[in-house]
């Protein structure tokens, strides 16, 4: 198996808590680039990302991560 072949099955992340809506897009490019397997985002950024990547990769989200701070309800 060659690098490609990883990068179809791995998630590109940008969880950082300073994370902006132009590193989000980054993300996305670079996903878009190497043809991972998805962009994982914070939710906040769903909207923006899902308008701008217009179905060229999947995108992820992940609750309560990185500071855990939702509740189990959420």
């Given amino acids: ?13 940008e969880l950082k808590q300073t994370a902006g809506l132009k590193d989000i897009l980054k ?6 680039k190497w043809n991972t397997a998805s962009v994982c985002i914070p939710p906040a950024f769903v909207s923006e990302a ?8 999947r995108l992820a989200v992940v609750t309560g991560f990185p500071n855990g701070y939702d509740s189990t309800a959420a």
């Fill in 50 to 57: 899902a308008e701008y990547a217009a179905g060229r990769v």
């Fill in 27 to 32: 993300a996305v490019d670079e996903g878009i």
């Fill in 1 to 13: 198996m060659n690098y490609l072949e990883i990068l179809k099955l791995t998630d590109h992340t």
